[in-house]
Each structure stands twice: as C-alpha cells, then as structure tokens.
C-alpha cells in the first residue's frame, strides 16, 4: 500500500478528451489516531533532481506534531502492515514522505491496474498530438493490421471511447478470481496472442451501453499506440509523458509479443513513489506540470 495525500485550497475539474475508467488512482485516507504515537521523527523531504520542490510542512501551514502523530499511528497499527510509502503534497511542493523497511525513495512499485489511468493519458497524448483523429476512431480502423483476427463483424461499432470506458460490449468474465480458468484475463495471458484473444470475442451487448471490467481491451490499446504513432507504449510515453515529468526510473512488464501491458496485467508500469504522486498533482493540475 503506498498512501499520497495531495492537499489543494482549490480542486477543480477540467474536460478529458478521452472517457476515463472509473479508477482509484489514488487513495486518500483521512485516519483519526488516538494511540500511543511510537517513535517516528519528522524530516524535510530530501531534495533530489526530480521535479519536486521539498519544503517542511510548517511552511505550509500544516502541523508537524499531527502529521508525526498520525505517521507513527500508521506504522505500529497491524492494520497498515503493507504501508511501503506514505507522501503528503501541498501546494505542489512534497512536504512530507516515509517509507517502511520493506521500501527506499528509489524502490519500483507495480502500479497494476492504476497502469490503465496512465494508458487513457496516453491515448489523450495520441489525440493531441494527431496520431488518432478523436475518441469516435472504430477501434478495427485503428487496428487495420489485425482485422484477421476479428470474428464478430460487429466490432466495427467498438469505438475507442467504447474500450477506454469499458463498454465495448464484448465477451469478458473479470468478475472471479484471478487464478480462476474461467477469468478471462487468465485465459488471455494463457493463449499465445493477446491480442488474437481479445478481438476474436464476440460482441454480447450493444457498445456503450453496459460497463463491464476488461483488462483485455485496455490491453488491446498497447497495439493501438503500436499501429498510430509506431511507438511502443514505454516508448510513447519516454517521450511524451515520462521525460517531460522527470521520470526515468521506471519498468513497464511485456506480453508474449514485447508489447507494454496496459491494461495492468503481470504489474504494469512500476514507478518510485514520488513520480506517482506527480501523475496525480498532473491531473489536479489540468494536466500541467511545472508549469509545462
């Protein structure tokens, strides 16, 4: 579990170009404590060359004494043994950050199926950048090289919006355990193509309609980014998204072909704690970071 808090005196909401998924990208807890706080000494954030500005939280008008109170509550309370990392951001500054013993600043977290926000942001990129003309592209037209996999002729309707929220309305069981044959994400990563196996689906419900979790179509958009821009998922990101946010250290898992897992299977894109907290300050941001 990695906790960042991003704390803003104004949150606003701005129009995305594509529809997002329904995704907890970051989870926010507002913990009362009223035990015993254990030993834990608060310290200014480090300053590396990262893109972050590091302050202490008295400059920011937060209370060192509660943020030490709540911090060693956190770590001696058995509910929160998977706590790795725990980072505050105000006013776009980091002004507070803990790892466990089981973490450093530099350790890879896998992002799982918080990769799909990052892969909706790529597929936002491609649109203004003109690789894809909008979110109404049919997700066949986009994939011309693979029509001969498709056996629903219906797949036609499927527009990348359809994928991105989830409402493509094709055969897909992601509601069982994942180490259950009848998932159909295990059966994806069981078969010799992924993408093969995604679009030879059939069409169950008419698109846009129905939500439906498919780690599989967002999969599919790995092929996407492939076939519009002749990057790589990684790679289109490096350039337009990683690079530009300071972010170098980073791993992003492949399927049986070489291709990013976008949709978050096998782990995804791993990332430091700190660049995560950026992606969220990103969106708080309209989509703006420093100033860029």
């Not at 803003?8 to 015993?36: D, E, G, W």
């Amino acid at each position: 579990m990695n906790i960042i808090m991003i704390i803003s005196n104004k949150i606003f909401a701005k129009r995305l170009t594509i529809i997002l998924p329904v995704l907890a990208i970051l989870t926010i807890h507002s913990i009362i404590c009223f035990a015993q706080a254990a030993e834990y000494s608060y310290k200014t954030p480090i300053q590396i060359k990262d893109g972050w500005k590091t302050v202490s939280l008295g400059s920011v008008g937060i209370s060192t004494e509660d943020i030490t109170r709540i911090t060693s509550d956190l770590i001696n309370d058995d509910m929160f043994d998977d706590l790795l990392s725990y980072l505050i951001i105000k006013d776009g500054k980091l002004v507070h950050e803990y790892y466990s013993k089981y973490c450093q600043r530099n350790t890879l977290h896998w992002m799982a199926s918080i990769t799909k926000a990052f892969t909706s942001t790529l597929l936002g990129i491609a649109i203004d950048e003109g690789f894809i003309k909008d979110e109404n592209e049919s997700i066949v037209s986009l994939l011309p090289e693979y029509t001969g996999m498709i056996k629903d002729s219906r797949l036609k309707d499927v527009l990348l919006k359809h994928i991105m929220s989830m409402s493509s309305g094709l055969e897909w069981t992601e509601n069982v355990s994942y180490n259950n044959h009848l998932n159909s994400e295990f059966q994806m990563v069981d078969s010799p193509d992924w993408f093969e196996y995604v679009l030879s689906r059939s069409l169950i419900r008419p698109p846009g309609e129905y939500f439906s979790y498919n780690t599989g179509g967002i999969h599919l958009l790995s092929a996407v980014l492939k076939s519009t821009t002749g990057l790589h998922a990684n790679e289109f990101a490096e350039k337009y998204l990683l690079h530009p946010m300071d972010i170098y250290a980073y791993q992003w898992d492949r399927d049986s072909k070489g291709f990013s897992c976008t949709g978050g299977t096998d782990g995804g894109i791993g990332l430091r704690s700190r660049d995560l907290a950026k992606f969220g300050w990103l969106f708080l941001k309209g989509g703006t970071w420093n100033g860029k």
